[in-house]
């Protein structure tokens, strides 16, 4: 059976009622395949799984797209219902936020080489505000495992600086990206698309396979295949690029411009106004 808890006071106590190792999947809700993916590998690991759901406000920025983020509780909840989750953790603002204008202090800053390139280049403070309620979400659950999903790589790398940092005792398991026929990744984001943009929006994932075959074949430098793969998605003018890059699987710096193994090549693009993120790995 499924709970739902709201309340911070009641989760920690009923999480340990489960018993350990307890799994925690942050999400911010409209689930789709790709969480419930999260959630299958986290009850094959762990006794009890608890699906966090809660849209954050510290990390949309003034022109995103808080207020129309898609909620849905009682979907959300069936699905967590179908996937044999434990707790579902749906706290209001206030339980999370009690002072929202006092957060400053509070925030949790990750460094710039990590978080103010790529996507934080647009996105300003976005990684501050998910390294703040994850922290948060953390120490609330006090999980043994955290899953989280490869599509959102950059976030991945800066929970694991948070949990490195922090000496946090909890496993970080990444979960390879899920996609739709088209090759599209899931996102909560699609939901705003209609069909033919989703159609469009898999070229995307078309870019980063060409850009990945290219650097393969040893003909490409990582620079050249990353530019031919901005010349592939110059055909669709629907698709605007924000970026797309490569980083060090290591430690996401930037690449070595000969290497051709141990790469992510990342994008981010707008299709119709949505902004979609993706990446693809060179083993
Ligand atoms: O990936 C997400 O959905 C969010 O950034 C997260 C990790 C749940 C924090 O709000």
């Not at 705003?192 to 290219?214: D, F």
């Not at 010349?231 to 690029?241: A, C, D, M, T, Y």
């Not at 992510?264 to 060179?282: P, T, W």
């Amino acid at each position: 059976m499924t709970i739902l808890i709201e309340l911070v006071k009641d989760i920690k106590t009923r999480a340990e009622e489960f018993g350990r190792p307890i799994a925690i999947v942050p999400t911010m809700g409209a689930l789709h395949a790709g969480h419930i993916s999260l959630i299958k590998m986290a009850k094959a690991e762990c006794k009890t799984v608890v699906v966090t759901i809660f849209v954050n406000p510290l990390q949309f920025g003034p022109n995103e797209d808080f207020n129309k983020y898609p909620r849905d509780l009682e979907t959300d909840f069936k699905i967590c219902q179908e996937n044999e989750v434990d707790i579902v953790f749906a706290p209001t603002k206030e339980e999370i936020y009690p002072d929202i204008n006092k957060i400053e202090q509070d925030l949790i800053v990750p460094p710039d080489n990590l978080a103010s390139v790529l996507c934080g280049k647009t996105r300003q403070n976005h990684f501050s505000g998910v390294c703040t309620i994850v922290k948060k979400l953390f120490d609330i659950v006090t999980p043994d495992y955290a899953y989280f999903g490869e599509k959102d790589l950059q976030q991945l790398y800066i929970v694991r600086w948070l949990v490195k940092t922090f000496t946090i005792p909890t496993f970080i398991r990444a979960c390879p990206i899920i996609r739709e026929a088209s090759g599209l990744a899931y996102s909560s984001r699609n939901k705003y698309l209609t069909e033919e943009q989703k159609i469009m929006a898999s070229n995307i994932y078309k870019a980063l396979k060409l850009a990945k075959q290219n650097i393969r074949s040893g003909i490409f430098t990582i620079n050249k295949a990353l530019l031919e793969g901005l010349i592939f998605l110059s055909q669709f003018p629907e698709i605007k690029v924000e970026y797309l890059d490569a980083r060090d699987k290591e430690d996401f710096s930037i690449v070595d411009k000969n290497k051709t193994g141990g790469i992510y090549c990342l994008i981010a693009a707008n299709v119709g106004g949505v902004r979609l993120i993706d990446n693809i790995e060179l083993q």
